[in-house]
Structures are given as structure tokens and as C-alpha cells.
């Protein structure tokens, strides 16, 4: 078997650190890093919260109070702006 060796290239000019690396390495590690720590924090804040949520029954039926609460005046709101703006009683009257 007859081996024959090559001398390699100098590529010490292409790797060499320049400024536009340098700050495109740092703005992109830093955006990646805020935006993985972002989903992150958002995921496991998410995940405590819900199972706050469902530990605590009397929590879970203030919360489900409040919501059909807020259920109701959105869809009193809609059906306010669907009769012109005119309340029940008005045309009942008129």
C-alpha cells in the first residue's frame, strides 16, 4: 500500500477573526439566547399556572365566575350594537 502525503493549504487567511464576525456571533447568540430563555420561561410559567389552577378548586370557581361574567357583558355589548344602540326597554316602548 503506497501512502503519498500532500502538504495542506493556508487557510489561515479565511479563519482569521474579523469585527463583522465578531458582532455578528454576539447579536446572533444573544438573540437566539433571549429567545430560547423567552419560550422557555413563557412554557413553565404557563405549565405552574395551570396547575395552580387546577389544585385550588375555590380559584378555579372564581375564575370560571369571572369568565361567564365577562361571557355575558361581551354578548350583552353585541346584542346592544346589533339593536342600533337602542336598550330593550326602548323599543318595547316605542
Known amino acids: 500500500m503506497n501512502l503519498s502525503l500532500e502538504a495542506l493549504p493556508d487557510v489561515s487567511e ?3 477573526p474579523t469585527t463583522f464576525g465578531d458582532f455578528a456571533a454576539f447579536f446572533f447568540f444573544t438573540a437566539g439566547g433571549l429567545f430560547v ?3 422557555t420561561g413563557l412554557l413553565a410559567g404557563s405549565f405552574t399556572a395551570g396547575r395552580m ?9 372564581r375564575i ?3 369568565f361567564r ?3 355575558a357583558e361581551v354578548l350583552r ?4 350594537k346589533l339593536d342600533g344602540g337602542q336598550g330593550p326597554l ?3 316602548i316605542s
Do not use: C, L, M, P
Not at 389552577?53 to 370557581?61: F, Q
Open 37 to 39: 430563555g423567552g419560550e
Open 14 to 16: 479565511f479563519v482569521r
Open 77 to 80: 355589548k353585541e346584542a346592544d
Open 64 to 66: 370560571d365566575t369571572a
Open 69 to 71: 361574567n365577562y361571557k
Open 90 to 92: 326602548t323599543k318595547i
Open 53 to 61: 389552577v387546577t389544585k385550588d378548586s375555590e380559584a378555579r370557581a
